[in-house]
């Protein structure tokens, strides 16, 4: 464990203390107010797919490769996938990274994650797949996970045997067996947090070699077990942070209807007939390695702090956790000229690197 990450109360409370750049950010640039109608939110949100497509495609640089492709997965949902990878890769097998992205199973869209997805690809001639899923409120939970887990089972089948030979989904150097990792942002987290054990129990073939967790919820706040609710602390601490208080994460759940037992929606609590009452390191067992981006000033910041322990400690497995104290839920989207902004995207890819090595 890095020894900056904290473990008292007094020290995980600390992280929730407002940095100063983003103070200055915060109180130079203050953003517009949000709708407390999803619906609403939800068409001002898709309504600019246009300029940030555009955006983008003006700014792809030379080195890097974008397709578009629509896929129908088992459960007949047609995903509309990214595909970003070097546009001259190196002379070596290129690892698979599915980035599901955030916006609380209710907005957005796989652009969102372009950044990252062009770093990586540069940094580990990694082959980059942003996925779409079905959205709430139109699909309530569990859609999104079942979507997700159905495009994973669909890209380790099409490394095996393309769909369509005549139009494969990845360039010809991609190699699953040399890394296949799933993660996301935010509720994109939540999501391939959900799939990673899907993907350990039905025998994923390749399996999985790892998961990136930036920021998501792994826990219900109503189903914390009661082992760990003295460090559960962000929930309450962090209510009316910026950008992502706790009424409007409460608007995404209402739209979203998750139950709060499952599983699907709280990674961390894998129920297992073997595990004691308030235990859950016998299902969280075997699963990949794991690396963590949390924000101090986030109400799901101790999700990710338990869950990082849970599995470092209990369970035996790899992790890496990077700790941004003072900063709320993915700030970098919204002030991305921030130096501390720039410092996480370059540790995403560092952690990704890490995550790679152990796929080793």
Not at 132 to 137: E, H, I, M, Q, Y
Not at 254 to 270: E, I, T, V
Request: glycine share 6%; aromatic share 8%.
């Amino acid at each position: 464990m890095p020894a900056t990450l904290p473990t008292t109360k007094h020290e995980i409370l600390a992280t929730g203390t407002m940095a100063e750049e983003f103070a200055d950010a915060w109180n130079t640039y203050p953003q517009p107010p949000i709708p407390n109608d999803i619906n609403i939110l939800k068409k001002i949100v898709q309504g600019g797919l246009p300029m940030m497509q555009a955006k983008y495609a003006s700014t792809r640089p030379a080195t890097i490769t974008e397709t578009e492709h629509n896929i129908t997965l088992s459960n007949n949902y047609t995903s509309r996938v990214i595909v970003c990878h070097l546009t001259t890769p190196e002379d070596k097998p290129s690892p698979l990274i599915v980035l599901f992205h955030g916006g609380g199973h209710c907005i957005a869209f796989p652009e969102i994650e372009l950044d990252v997805a062009r770093a990586l690809a540069a940094a580990h001639n990694a082959t980059v797949v942003l996925p779409t899923v079905r959205l709430a409120p139109e699909d309530p939970f569990p859609a999104t996970v079942k979507d997700g887990w159905a495009v994973v089972q669909y890209l380790a089948a099409e490394f095996t045997t393309p769909h369509d030979p005549s139009n494969p989904l990845f360039p010809p150097q991609t190699d699953l067996s040399k890394g296949f990792i799933v993660g996301g942002t935010s509720s994109g987290s939540n999501l391939a947090g959900a799939v990673a054990p899907l993907a350990r129990d039905n025998n994923l073939t390749p399996p999985l070699t790892g998961q990136y967790l930036c920021c998501g919820g792994y826990i219900d706040f109503t189903r914390v077990p009661e082992k760990y609710t003295h460090l559960y602390l962000s929930f309450e601490q962090n209510k009316t942070s910026p950008i992502l208080s706790r009424d409007f994460l409460l608007m995404f759940r209402g739209a979203l209807k998750p139950n709060p037992d499952s599983p699907l929606w709280a990674p961390m609590l894998q129920h297992h007939p073997n595990d004691a009452p308030g235990e859950v390191k016998e299902g969280l067992k075997a699963l990949p390695p794991a690396y963590f981006q949390a924000c101090g000033m986030d109400l799901t910041r101790d999700d990710s702090l338990i869950y990082e322990k849970v599995l470092r400690e209990e369970c035996g497995i790899a992790t890496r956790l990077d700790l941004y104290s003072g900063y709320p839920h993915c700030w970098w989207s919204n002030f991305p000229e921030l130096e501390m902004s720039k410092k996480r995207l370059q540790d995403t890819v560092d952690g990704l690197g890490w995550l790679l090595e152990q796929s080793k």
